[in-house]
């Protein structure tokens, strides 16, 4: 249905690479629901992948056999061109693949700098000595960490609110926040449970000039979901829509405006 | 007026995350430190060190190690006073194996020890959560108390199943055994304390303190930024498990000098360490010196104004603190679940604009 050269460049000028993770025959079961039947997708270098479908389609699912939550009966996930062996959680972080939840998991005892300073936590390598007496690698890891952790601040404009506890925080600064520590991570891969969930519509444009830009300036390839069509139309560079478990459409923004199984997902067909 | 942070600018990194960042705070931790070390061992008595010094000092390793474990990375621990005398049985075995080895070093070991005991005990906390930890840490207690009376090669086959400290120096001055100065006491828990405190405090505010709250808070999300829970959960099992081991052979070699193991390191030990910490402050360095401190001063407190004042019975007046105890647990979960370093922070807040408060 889509083929592409090896690298090719979208309209508006940004250089999209090769295939970075692939998902081959996926199917995912729990008991006797079937969640995910046999999908296959790539997500390519630099661009913005959107995964849509109406609810219960699978696509939280996707997003958890990609982050290491569940392991998928069948299938294959490759990643960076070799097969990526089942795994835990915390191992397909330290890959470089960093995401956010549909509902916030923020860590809501620590204030937003020591929230978006975990973020870093895989790339500190301070022996606990060092730690326990705040002495050589610890402090000037610490340093470093630090200056990183600032620069994301400074690029999402919440610095002003860095030393506050998270759980002080309105719903669409916390948003941001979680973004923040996912992208202090540093991520190769940066999976996004739908972003703008119960934003107001100045909050979702904010939202989406940061995934823009950050897409942008780090060269961070996103995958997404979203529930808010024209937002994903906007920003996305290729789109995956799901029913029921199944993959019923994958391309550009435009082809899957022009998709027939799409459009009776999402408006229905009449039955006789 | 008391409290000022004005013109008190952090430029760079390490100075915005050290311990104090506001001077003014700085120099009453240097002044604290000062009246601790060079004062206070010219001034103290007998009286003051067995009756208040040195069981807060002790019992304040003792809830810096539990506050790890409870209050930085949220595994519920029922086990303190077990581990408590792991620390103290580890520490007469080696006093008594090797005479010759300095008792300071002892400590240090029993500390490992009671640590890698801990970890053992921890690795439950792997498949359980919540109550059902507490319960296998309350098994822990149990246990350890019926192998240290069981097991004779343990109190070195002693007739009446007790442990006695002999009689250890460092530099010369006698810190355990009967006739140890009260100054003496003092100081080596003073020095063991600074140590735990100090330690604390740095690994709580760096990367390792970073994982055990995130842990605490949401461990879901802790694994997906990258956090190995077993890793994390053990470590705070053996950093806690290290400093409730010295707490633990303080209070055998320097404080009671002899130890029956069902008395000393019975379940009210592992509830009063764990009341300390609620009082004081989850999750707060400060906290377990403000809990350690209240729950050895209120006794000694109400004993003072009601015997001593008020001439009640002494069982009576016993009653009455635990009836006072009780309650003022009960108040602090309701209307302060962050205990008395939450109200000192309050404080703090509140002064920084005293006498205007706009």
């Known amino acids: 249905m889509f083929d592409q050269p090896e690298s090719f460049v979208t309209s508006d000028g940004r250089t999209i690479g090769g295939v970075m993770m692939e998902m081959k025959n996926i199917t995912l079961r729990f008991g006797g629901v079937v969640a995910i039947k046999d999908i296959s997708f790539d997500i390519r270098e630099g661009e913005i992948r959107a995964i849509i479908g109406p609810n219960g389609a699978g696509k939280s699912s996707m997003l958890n056999v990609i982050s290491g939550f569940y392991n998928p009966q069948k299938g294959e996930v490759w990643y960076k061109g070799e097969r990526r062996p089942s795994m835990k959680p915390f191992e397909v972080a330290r890959q470089g693949i960093a995401r956010t939840f549909q509902n916030i998991a923020l860590f809501e005892g620590m204030s937003v700098l020591d929230n978006v300073m975990t973020g870093r936590l895989n790339h500190m390598k301070a022996g606990i000595l060092s730690q326990a007496f705040w002495y050589g690698t610890a402090q000037r890891e610490e340093t470093e960490n630090r200056e990183v952790v600032e620069r994301v601040l400074d690029f999402l404009e919440i610095q002003h609110i860095r030393k506050t506890p998270v759980s002080r925080l309105p719903y669409g600064l916390k948003k941001r926040v979680e973004l923040a520590r996912a992208l202090a991570a540093d991520p190769k891969i940066l999976l996004l449970d739908e972003p703008m969930a119960g934003m107001n519509v100045e909050e979702k444009e904010d939202m989406s000039r940061f995934i823009l830009d950050v897409n942008d300036e780090f060269g961070t390839t996103i995958a997404l979901i979203e529930h808010d069509m024209s937002v994903v139309m906007d920003i996305s560079d290729r789109v995956v829509v799901m029913d029921y478990g199944k993959k019923i459409g994958d391309g550009t923004p435009k082809e899957v405006r022009s998709n027939q199984a799409v459009i009776d997902a999402y408006l229905g067909v009449a039955h006789d | ?358």
């Not at chain 2, 120099?27 to 067995?50: C, E, G, S």
């Not at chain 2, 303190?209 to 077993?230: F, Q, T, Y």
Request: glycine share 10%; charged share 10%.
């Open chain 2, 1 to 358: 007026m008391f409290y000022r942070e004005s013109g008190d600018f952090s430029e760079t990194y390490p100075a915005d995350s050290q311990t104090f960042p506001i001077k003014f705070d700085r120099y009453r931790y240097y002044a604290v430190l000062v009246v601790a070390f060079l004062i206070i061992p010219f001034i103290v008595n007998d009286y003051w060190a067995n009756a208040i010094l040195v069981p807060f000092l002790i019992y304040a390793i003792a809830a810096i190690g539990l506050n790890i474990l409870v209050g930085y990375c949220g595994q519920v621990s029922l086990g303190t006073g077990g581990f408590m005398a792991v620390g103290a049985y580890a520490c007469y075995k080696l006093m008594t194996a090797f005479p010759d080895v300095s008792i300071m070093f002892h400590i240090f070991i029993s500390g490992g020890i009671t640590a890698a005991v801990v970890t053992l005990f921890g690795l439950p906390s792997l498949r359980i959560k919540g109550f059902y930890l507490a319960v296998a840490t309350l098994a822990a207690q149990f246990f350890l108390v019926w192998l240290f009376n069981r097991v004779a090669w343990f109190y070195n086959y002693s007739a009446s199943g007790q442990i006695n400290a002999p009689d250890r120096a460092v530099f010369g001055h006698l810190v355990t055994g009967p006739n140890t100065d009260a100054w003496a006491k003092y100081m080596i828990c003073l020095v063991f304390l600074t140590f735990a405190g100090i330690v604390a405090r740095n690994l709580t505010r760096g990367s390792l303190g970073r994982k055990w709250s995130a842990i605490r808070d949401m461990d879901i999300a802790a694994e997906i930024i990258g956090v190995n829970p077993l890793s994390a959960k053990l470590s705070a099992f053996a950093i806690s498990g290290f400093f409730i081991g010295i707490s633990g052979a303080l209070f055998f070699s320097v404080y009671l000098g002899a130890v029956e193991v069902g008395e000393a390191f019975g379940i009210q030990k592992s509830f009063l360490v764990l009341f300390m910490i609620i009082i004081g402050g989850l999750g707060s360095v400060f906290g377990s010196f403000a809990g350690a401190a209240f729950m050895v001063l209120l006794p000694v407190l109400l004993k003072n104004v009601l015997v001593g004042g008020l001439g009640w019975d002494t069982a009576l007046a016993a009653h009455l603190e635990f009836i006072i105890v009780g309650a003022l647990i009960i108040v602090f979960l309701i209307a302060e679940p962050h205990g008395l370093a939450q109200l000192w922070r309050v404080a703090k807040e509140k002064l920084r604009l005293w006498p205007f408060p706009h």
